[in-house]
């Protein structure tokens, strides 16, 4: 999946998880922080991103990536090299 | 003797499927109404068509955001609306927090959503959201209403079967008592059953059976010789609990908790006891400083269970209540399970302010002549002193005793 589709992907979960955001441009730049996630917020963000890639990583995969740009890389990165 | 602590209910808030709000249970009370149909909710059927009254998912409280009512589960959502209706009229917004208790009554109490969230996962089960740690939890809802209510005294739920509603009234009232806290909630929770749980319960004996699926509105018939078993009903009540005169600006009081008593049958199974039942009828009355002839009502627990009623009449029987007035306001309500002590008595404090008592559906042929049964209408009655009455499988009696202020 490329980088691009998953970070559609990541911003369709957060809009979903944290509705109040619903109307509200996100950015590769944006923090799950920043946004006002807590951390069951981010986990089930990221989760919900997971199943919609079917990428089965332990969730503390995805603690490295700072911003939703490079979560989204990191996401699309992974799933390439377990495709492989 | 008279309990000392002079505690008494200054707020009210109840949700059922007959009437939303106490206004709108009261009318409905009075008037006999139901809301009894086949089930229609998500995660209720497995090929069955149980009969029982499901309630309109009431508007979210404006106390919590968006993001925090997603995961609210519909036992949650109840509890909310149902708080914030009891929390405001006793006007506990501003009242120190740390003074503030809620004893949530119920185990198990989300079943049917947990039931779904395992049927949507079950293909892909390491995808299952990280909110469901949170939310199989009972006290995931203590968790909902103390952020939504800023409460810091304390709050815990309690498990009694179909007696948790009334236990929780009777533990926040001993908090109160005690001085651990000044004002205490007590909320009888939302039962969720799945089919899973109607399917024990039905094989159990417990509850009707789905031959009524036809005619819904006869399901239901606590103390009548056509009854089968207990028809679910989904309800929420909260009390607001305090010491008299405490707070200057309470609104008056409903009535006293002048009294209560819980009794075990050491006993595991469902089976009622005649020698539980009397011992908390008797409990609650000698707490009270009452005697029977001083009980001018008692709202039994009458859930049509054939046993479960014929035992309850006995006791009534037995403990010289017969010259009282008994309606059953699961013939209304249906059986709120966990909540049922909470509603109940929430219908008694209600019926008390307003001098009536509703009518009992279906009662054609009661099982016994002997109470003084309130039947197809509802008639006046100035009631000083009532008992509410809560049983739970495993042996768990309960007996509560409600008295007008100036009583």
């Known amino acids: 999946m490329t980088k691009d589709k998953t970070f559609t992907l990541i911003t369709e979960a957060v809009r979903e998880i944290l509705p109040e955001l619903a109307d509200r441009d996100l950015s590769e730049s944006d923090t799950l922080d920043a946004l006002g996630a807590n951390s069951m917020d981010r986990a089930e963000i990221v989760m919900t991103v997971l199943e919609e890639m079917d990428l089965d990583i332990p969730l503390v995969e995805t603690h490295g990536p700072q911003n939703l740009g490079e979560l989204a890389q990191h996401l699309s990165d992974t799933a390439a090299a377990k495709a492989r | ?407």
């Open chain 2, 1 to 407: 003797m008279r309990h000392p602590a002079g505690l008494v209910v200054t707020g009210l808030g109840v949700t059922t499927a007959v009437g939303q709000g106490k206004t709108a249970f009261t009318d409905a009370l009075f008037a006999g109404a139901h809301r009894f149909a086949v089930m229609e909710r998500p995660g209720r059927q497995l090929g069955t068509r149980f009969v029982g009254a499901e309630l309109p998912v009431p508007k979210p409280t404006s106390r919590l955001g968006a993001r925090e009512l997603r995961t609210a589960s519909l036992t949650g959502q109840v509890a909310l609306t149902t708080l914030e209706e009891a929390w405001t009229e006793a006007g506990l917004d501003g009242y120190d927090a740390d003074r503030v208790g809620l004893v949530i009554g119920g185990s198990n109490l989300q079943q049917r959503e947990l039931v779904l969230a395992q049927d949507r996962h079950r293909a892909k089960p390491r995808f299952l959201r990280p909110s469901y740690g949170l939310s199989y939890l009972d006290s995931d809802l203590c968790g909902l209403c103390t952020t939504a209510f800023g409460i810091r005294g304390f709050a815990h739920t309690v498990g009694g079967a179909s007696a948790s509603g009334q236990l929780a009234v009777i533990e926040a009232a001993e908090a109160v008592a005690s001085g651990r806290v000044d004002v205490c909630v007590a909320l009888g929770a939302l039962a969720d059953l799945s089919h899973w749980e109607l399917l024990g319960l039905r094989a159990m004996g417990a509850m009707a059976a789905e031959d009524h699926a036809d005619a819904p509105a006869e399901a239901c018939r606590p103390f009548d010789q056509g009854r089968s078993g207990f028809v679910y009903g989904e309800a929420c009540a909260a009390l607001v609990v305090e010491r008299a005169g405490a707070r200057p600006d309470a609104p008056a009081p409903y009535a006293r908790l002048s009294g209560w008593s819980v009794r075990l049958d050491g006993n595991r199974d469902p089976n009622p006891s005649l020698d539980g039942e009397t011992a908390a009828i008797r409990g609650a009355l000698d707490h009270a400083g009452l005697t029977a002839r001083d009980i001018d009502y008692v709202n039994p627990h009458g859930t049509a269970s054939p046993a479960g009623d014929t035992t309850e009449v006995a006791a009534l029987k037995a403990c010289g209540l017969t010259h009282a007035a008994v309606n059953a306001t699961k013939s209304i309500t249906g059986h709120g399970l966990t909540a049922a002590g909470a509603v109940e008595a929430a219908a008694a404090l209600l019926q008390l302010r307003q001098g009536r008592l509703h009518p009992t559906r279906n009662l054609t042929d009661p099982i016994d002549d002997a109470p003084h049964w309130v039947r197809d209408a509802a008639v006046e009655a100035d009631i000083q002193h009532c008992l509410s009455l809560s049983m739970g499988f495993g042996g768990i009696n309960t007996a509560l005793c409600l008295s007008a202020c100036d009583a």
